[in-house]
Each structure stands twice: as structure tokens, then as C-alpha cells.
């Protein structure tokens, strides 16, 4: 896992990014939220199941297909009255915030590979290129080992490039919008 920190600064930068009236504070937070729950599969340890299996860490809880499940559950209960462009736009963002939680996990560099294609595939993936320091199972493990570096390498190669998109797209919106005002 990388850290949950670095999973909600994602979700955050996002909606950031987004800039539509549908991301409201509160859908933020329940991106913020999405991005971390997949690493609840954790819990699965206790029950015997192994890293590698369906329901095992970076199985299903972090496949594309669980990403748009959740999405679509949490539109469908807590947006069900949006007209159909605002739940689509919810959903697509709640659905990334997900999804980029086993995107940012393939860039770790340890354990095991993301299930993106779960269930329809189990095979595990990691992208070639993984700068990411692989962050340790639970809060308690993250402080007390090696803490220091693995926020280094989290600040380097997670929240300085979501930082630098959301202030490329912020940048670009508001020359467009001045451009467009002096038209
Ligand atoms: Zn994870």
C-alpha cells in the first residue's frame, strides 16, 4: 500500500482538478474516503485468507471492477435525486478516487501485484516503472518504521506530481477564462 495520507491527497487533488459544481466539499470527502477503502481487504488476514488470493490484499477491493461497484452503490443511495449529469459526473470521480488507489499501489515497490481485472482475471500487476516506497500494512507500522523515508518517496512521486496537475489545470482554466473575457 502507499500510505492513506497520500491515497486522500489524490482523491483531493481530483476533485481539485475536476472544478465542477457536482464535486461538492462533501462528494470530496466521500472520494477521499473511496480511495482508501480498498485497503480494508487488510481485515481478510484475520480470517485466514492468504495475499494472493481473490479476496486477499490488492485482490478484489482494489480491481477496476470493485471501483465501479462502489461508485455506482454510492450514487445510487446517496445521490439518487441529481439530475443524470450530476450523478454521472459524481460517479466518475467517486469511481476514479477508487480506482486510483490500486493505480498508485502498482507503483509501490513491494508486495505483491493489483488484481486491476478482479474478478474476471486474478493475475496480479505492477507497473514496470515503481518509484513508489511500499508503505507497511497499518497506522501503527507506518510511524514506527522507516517512517521518514517512505514519506519522502510518497511526497516525491505522489503528492508533488497531483500538486503540479491540479495547478497546471487550475492555471490553464483561469487563462482560458481570461482570454475568454477579454474576447
Ligand atoms: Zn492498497
Not at 33 to 60: E, K, N, T
Not at 118 to 144: E, L, Q
Not at 152 to 175: D, N, Y
Given at each position: ?8 491527497f ?5 476533485g481539485k482538478?475536476a ?9 470530496v ?8 477503502v480498498?485497503?480494508?481487504d487488510?481485515?481478510?488476514f484475520?480470517?485466514?485468507?492468504q495475499?494472493?488470493?481473490?479476496w486477499?490484499?490488492?485482490g ?8 465501479g461497484?462502489?461508485?455506482a ?5 446517496g445521490?439518487?435525486h441529481?439530475?443524470?449529469t ?8 467517486l ?6 488507489h490500486?493505480?498508485l ?8 501485484g493489483i488484481a ?7 493475475t496480479?500487476?505492477f ?6 516506497a ?6 501503527g ?11 519522502a518517496?510518497e511526497?516525491q512521486?505522489i503528492w ?10 487550475h492555471?490553464?482554466?483561469?487563462l ?8
Amino acid at each position: 500500500m502507499a500510505s492513506a495520507f497520500s491515497h486522500a491527497f489524490v482523491a483531493l487533488a481530483l476533485g481539485k482538478i475536476a472544478s465542477h459544481r457536482a464535486i461538492t466539499w462533501p462528494v470530496v470527502l466521500t472520494g477521499a474516503v473511496c480511495s482508501i477503502v480498498p485497503d480494508l481487504d487488510v481485515i481478510g488476514f484475520a480470517f485466514g485468507l492468504q495475499y494472493g488470493d481473490l479476496w486477499g490484499h490488492r485482490g478484489m477491493t482494489h480491481s477496476l471492477f470493485f471501483a465501479g461497484l462502489l461508485s455506482a452503490v454510492l450514487v445510487a443511495l446517496g445521490y439518487r435525486h441529481e439530475s443524470s449529469t450530476t450523478k454521472a459526473g459524481i460517479g466518475l470521480y467517486l469511481f476514479l478516487c477508487t480506482a486510483s488507489h490500486g493505480i498508485l499501489d502498482a507503483l509501490t515497490d513491494g508486495g505483491l501485484g493489483i488484481a486491476f481485472f478482479s474478478p474476471f482475471d486474478p493475475t496480479r500487476y505492477f507497473f514496470p516503472f515503481r518509484p513508489v516506497a511500499v508503505s507497511p500494512i497499518g497506522i501503527g507500522s507506518f510511524f514506527s518504521t522507516d517512517a521518514l523515508r517512505i514519506l519522502a518517496s510518497e511526497i516525491q512521486w505522489i503528492w508533488l506530481p497531483a500538486t503540479v496537475a491540479w495547478l497546471t489545470v487550475h492555471g490553464v482554466t483561469r487563462l482560458r477564462s481570461s482570454w475568454l473575457s477579454t474576447d
